[in-house]
């Protein structure tokens, strides 16, 4: 649950912004209304790029849950201040909802709220044309006395929905209904739970399979103390009817997760799913880990307790998000590791392949050393050319969103870190799409106004901001600055554009960063290849090149 609380500001002037702009210290205002909040966006991503925001606002004195649908360009569809999808009271705090998109373009979104007396779960479909398909009050779902809450949704092969959330009962327990919602109607074709007498289930999240079968995991909670033991399991279903694939449902982990923790599934591309989950370390209980799974479509595992992700049993490690790439069939993870005394924290990055196998060491590959600037990890996507890291650097009141880009094994193919939100403000309830028509869209929640509002920004491949035609930085031109290829290789080239001639210069850098190499270039209008690192020894450099004034750094690995 996320409290809000109401709070005496300065009323500061807002400016729309029309679509996504270049200057990332305005960004894209879906809504911010000041002496109110909006909180809690999420976000998801149609066929051709265009993205639904929802988010819960409080403008009216209640919270309501509104929608927005930017196009490509970031341009609002639909009225300035969005849709309302509900105005029925909330609690006094907002609870976990989703939002996905269907197989046809259009948004499901299901969400709690308080129009019965008690907090239940509502469900509805909204069209590009901000039509809500399945009524103006959506699908209310009430299963027996119990308060719902959580819901988690499903598209399947046929677009049909199937819907699950968390049930309570005063006396009875926890358990998860489900429900399938036919995609024309919104006929309930049929009704189930998990349920067994005696036992808590909760926490469910989803990845369909097949034509028409979904896996769902979930989480059984032990123990007659507070927190309770926390145990991923999971089951796959017939879309038909619910009744179970598997003989027996899956232990997904022996370990344990955190009691606030709620798991997200990634499908493998084979009708089986990763998670990415935070435990304990199996070194020091006092620490934070994380590791990984891989369930399969027949319901095979890697180990009974998952891949730990990286093994050093110093400081805290947490999930900072994961990808699958299946031009080489690796998970890809981003780490968030902390210092024992939580004063620093940083990057790293590791792949997993299909056999359950660290291949980036067994501590992974640093992308940003432990610093007191405090990273957090967001995300990691895979943008069909490398990966994408969505990170926060900076601490209370003063955090900026910035990203990283490397290739699949970790080189940096940007040469520095754009910032996608320069304001210092607390961020939160970030989200992003997948990469579409070159870009991908981040939206967030920030209090620059004073309370929170909803922000957007793309970010495309090339690691610029908004829609005008770009010419790089000073006078690199090329989509990715400077680059050097191959690599890894043995006979590095360093390529870039130039709109004009002039001089290069370029230094090379060990892994502990002493000065092995400095050299000067002239360069010629157009393109350019120089040999670089000539006579170097294997192993990882930095190699560092200055032009126009601007210096640029590129992680190399000579063979």
Known sequence: MKQFFAAIILILPMFCQAQF??????????????????????????????????????????????????DSLGQKLWAENGMVVSSFAQSSGLYRYDLVCDHEGNAIVGFQDERSGSMQVVVNKINSQGLQVWGDSGILFVDSTSTGLAPKLAVLGNNDVVVAWNAAGNVSGKWIPMRKIKAATGEILWSKRIAITGQKFGRPAFVSCGANDFIMLYVKETGSFFPPASTMFAQRFKGEDASPVWNQEVQVSTKNIPFFFFPEIHTDENQGFFVVFNTGNPLNPMLNDAFAQHVDSSGGIWSAEGVQIATSANGNKYNGGY?????????????????????????????????????????????????????????????????????????FNNQKIKGLKTDYNGLALWSYD??????????????????????????????????????????????????????????????????IFPNPGTNCMLEFESSKGGNLTYRILDASGKEIMLAQKETQPGKNRISIGDGLKSGFYMAEITTSGKTFRIRMLKE
């Open 21 to 70: 702009v270049a200057d990332t210290n305005l960004n894209t205002r879906v809504q911010d209304i000041p002496g109110s909040a909006q909180s809690t966006p999420l976000t998801a991503t149609t066929g051709n790029g265009k993205t639904y925001v929802s988010w819960f606002d409080n403008s009216s004195g209640q919270y309501m849950l509104r929608m927005q649908l930017l």
């Open 418 to 483: 754009p910032i996608a939100s320069a304001s210092n403000s607390n961020k939160d309830d970030l989200s992003a799409g997948p990469f579409k028509n070159g870009q991908t869209v981040l939206v967030w929640s920030e209090d620059r106004s004073g309370d929170d509002g909803i922000y957007a920004q793309n970010l495309r491949l090339d690691g610029h901001f908004g829609n005008g035609d770009v010419t790089g930085i000073e006078q690199i031109v090329s989509n990715s600055g400077p680059r």
């Open 323 to 395: 990808c699958w790439n299946p031009s080489d069939s690796t998970l890809c993870v981003a780490l968030r590791i902390q210092d024992g005394n939580q004063t620093m924290s940083g990057i790293s990055l590791q792949k997993i392949n299909t056999a359950g196998e660290r291949l980036l060491g067994d501590d992974g590959l640093e992308l940003h050393a432990l610093n007191t600037e405090m990273y957090t990890p967001w995300l990691l996507l895979n943008s069909g050319d490398g990966l994408v890291c969505i990170y926060g650097i900076g601490g």
